[in-house]
């Protein structure tokens, strides 16, 4: 079965820090640009940040100078860090996968999709 699986979500305290980690189950994606995003309820989904299949790397706004998005091609891995936590970071995260980084912030251009999981900041 082909999809990406996601782990690491949780409850954190504003100002916290939090990692999370997507990887691909019945394919390669080491050509493919892998992107976070994100869901909260009565919203849109929202592109959080993207990593190419070069490494370079988008952030919306919103997280800019607080989340890194990182990928490690050896363990077939691409983590989100994210810091400086704030409530309105509260969503469920999805990872993403597609080809190109153009317009990666689209969902309806993705291929492949996780399950999402649970982001919680609060005191």
């Known amino acids: 079965q082909v999809q990406l699986v996601e782990s690491g979500g949780g409850l954190v305290q504003p100002g916290g820090s939090l990692r999370l980690s997507c990887v691909p189950s019945?394919?390669?994606?080491?050509?493919?640009?892998v992107s976070w995003f994100r869901q909260a309820p009565g919203s849109e989904r929202e592109g959080v940040s993207c990593?190419?299949?070069?490494?370079?790397?988008y952030y919306a706004d919103s997280v800019k100078g607080r989340f890194h998005i990182s990928r490690d091609f050896a363990k077939n891995v691409v983590y989100l860090e994210m810091n400086k936590m704030n409530p309105e970071d509260t969503a469920v995260y999805y990872c993403?996968?597609?080809?190109?980084?153009?317009?990666?912030?689209?969902?309806?251009?993705?291929?492949?999709w996780g399950q999402g999981t649970q982001v919680t900041v609060s005191s």
């Open positions: 990593v190419g299949s070069r490494g370079t790397t």
């Open positions: 993403a996968a597609k080809a190109g980084t153009k317009n990666w912030h689209m969902s309806d251009l993705y291929t492949y």
């Open positions: 019945g394919f390669s994606w080491d050509y493919n640009a």
